[in-house]
């Protein structure tokens, strides 16, 4: 009999249960992953304030996301929702994300509409290069929409620094709505009315109000011990080494494990050290933090997620949880703001601005009451054109020695959960037809 594939997932997030359900599926595969933390689940984690389960954002994905097929189990935690987002624009007015035109003349005046259509003209002649965040989002509207209408400073607040020296890629993904013009996306959504996706009264599910995410993991773990994975959680890899004999080490904090023949990293993109070994403990600076500030308030509208597109207040986004899950008159909001990795983190700073910048928006009525905070390390990877090319070039190396990625971390494409999964899946029938040839 042939000896078992041994494999194995460096982190346990979404894309590395999926990956591994998939591959545990197979005959002859032996699935192993290593996990930093008590339990699976990475970025989808939730926690309990003041009585009310919420989350650090991610909390709703497409009503057809492939985990669901995977793990039908999981489907009990889920709702139909369909969220609504909001932005303050830089007239502090209350507009649908990312932009209307409709508001933005409201704010601007009806001259405004002559200079967008010029600027949009000027726009599709001087930024065919399309190089960079700025130049692909002024490609589509121009640049006078872009900077009247605080696009730029919601790119910039995301990652602090200048929207002409960010990928291309990741606005293509944030800001994917500004090509409605495009013809390949008319043809794209004509092709899903012909196929009745139109039809579907709701388009996202949402945990359940009392749900974890944890909860949602304990069930995958489950699932993957009984399907033959083997799940080694609170090990916190330091680097992989490449061995004469073509198999690769995991070295962990306290222990190594030996003898895989593939193995297929979900967690921050590695370097190579002197002697071609993959080294993980360095990749800090490729990445910002995430500081999610919780906050009591009673809103002045409804919202899902509001965004701040005005030039006060250095927060991004604003989820408010009981306006989905509950009613009371108080809700509770989770407040982003980002840093970056070596600035000091201030939180009171933090609590100040928020106040005094949603006081100025009026979006709020009464007290607004912070509750606490949670810190989240590499929420979202690198973003700068020159970390993109270093992370391609990082990759490129990846793959020569036969380690494979999937996930969030070091790729602007798989940004949320559906692509990511859709890479795991590319992964997967990558590593069952070199298997089959072998
Ligand atoms: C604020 C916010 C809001 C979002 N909202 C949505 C949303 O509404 N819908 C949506 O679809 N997506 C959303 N996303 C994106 C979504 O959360 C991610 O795309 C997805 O969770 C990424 O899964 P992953 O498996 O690629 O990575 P992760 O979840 O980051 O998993 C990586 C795992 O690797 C582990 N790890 C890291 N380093 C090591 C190490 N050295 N050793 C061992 N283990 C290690 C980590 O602990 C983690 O468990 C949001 C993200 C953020 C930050």
Redesign the pocket.
């Known amino acids: 009999m042939k000896n078992k594939i041994n494999i194995a997932i460096?982190?346990?997030?979404?894309?590395?249960?999926y990956l591994s359900k998939k591959l545990a599926s197979s005959n002859n595969v032996d699935v192993h992953i290593?996990?930093?933390?008590n339990h699976?689940?990475?970025?989808?984690n939730s926690s309990i304030v003041e009585n009310q389960i919420v989350?650090?954002?991610?909390?709703?994905?497409?009503f057809d996301?492939s985990i669901l097929e995977l793990f039908p189990g999981i489907s009990d935690f889920f709702f139909p929702y369909t969220?609504y987002y909001t932005i303050t624009t830089p007239k502090l007015s209350i507009d649908k994300f990312p932009l209307t035109i409709k508001q933005f003349v409201k704010d601007n005046g009806y001259h405004s509409l002559a200079l967008i259509v010029l600027s949009i003209i000027t726009g599709r002649l001087l930024y065919l290069s399309k190089s960079n965040s700025e130049t692909y989002a002024k490609f589509w509207i121009g640049d006078y929409l872009y900077r009247k209408s605080g696009l730029k400073y919601y790119f910039e607040r995301m990652f602090h620094f200048d929207a002409n020296k960010m990928s291309k890629t990741f606005a293509k993904d944030r800001m994917g709505g500004l090509e409605r013009g495009n013809p390949a996306v008319i043809v794209r959504k004509l092709k899903n009315r012909l196929n009745n996706k139109s039809k579907v009264k709701w388009h996202s599910i949402a945990r359940k109000k009392d749900v974890l995410f944890q909860d949602i993991f304990n069930f995958i773990y489950q699932d993957l011990i009984n399907n033959g994975v083997n799940v080694f959680l609170e090990?916190?890899?330091?680097s992989v080494n490449i061995n004469e004999n073509g198999k690769y080490t995991v070295c962990?904090m306290h222990n190594n494990y030996n003898n895989f023949d593939y193995i297929i990293s979900?967690?921050?993109i590695p370097t190579f050290d002197d002697s071609g070994n993959l080294r993980?403990?360095l990749s800090d600076n490729k990445y910002v933090k995430?500081i999610?500030l919780y906050f009591g308030a009673v809103p002045n509208f409804n919202f899902t997620s509001h965004y701040n597109h005005s030039f006060i207040g250095k927060w991004k986004?604003i989820t408010d949880f009981t306006h989905i899950y509950g009613d009371s008159k108080e809700h509770i909001l989770c407040v982003?703001y980002t840093s970056n990795y070596d600035e000091k983190i201030n939180i009171n700073e933090m609590i100040e601005d928020f106040k005094s910048s949603v006081e100025k928006m009026n979006i709020f009525s009464g007290e607004i009451r912070y509750i606490t905070h949670k810190l989240?390390h590499?929420?979202?990877p690198i973003v700068s054109c020159e970390n993109e090319l270093e992370a391609e070039k990082t990759r490129k190396l990846m793959d020569k020695k036969g380690i494979y990625h999937?996930?969030?971390?070091g790729d602007f494409r798989?940004?949320?959960?559906?692509p990511?999964l859709e890479q795991a899946e590319n992964c997967f029938q990558a590593i069952m037809q070199k298997i089959q040839r072998t």
């Open positions: 460096l982190g346990g997030g979404i894309s590395a249960a290593f996990e930093k933390d699976l689940g990475g970025l989808l989350d650090i954002g991610p909390f709703f994905f497409p996301v969220p090990h916190n890899i330091k962990c979900s967690i921050p993980f403990d995430l999610s986004r982003e989240t590499h929420p979202y999937i996930g969030r971390h798989f940004l949320n959960v559906p990511s």
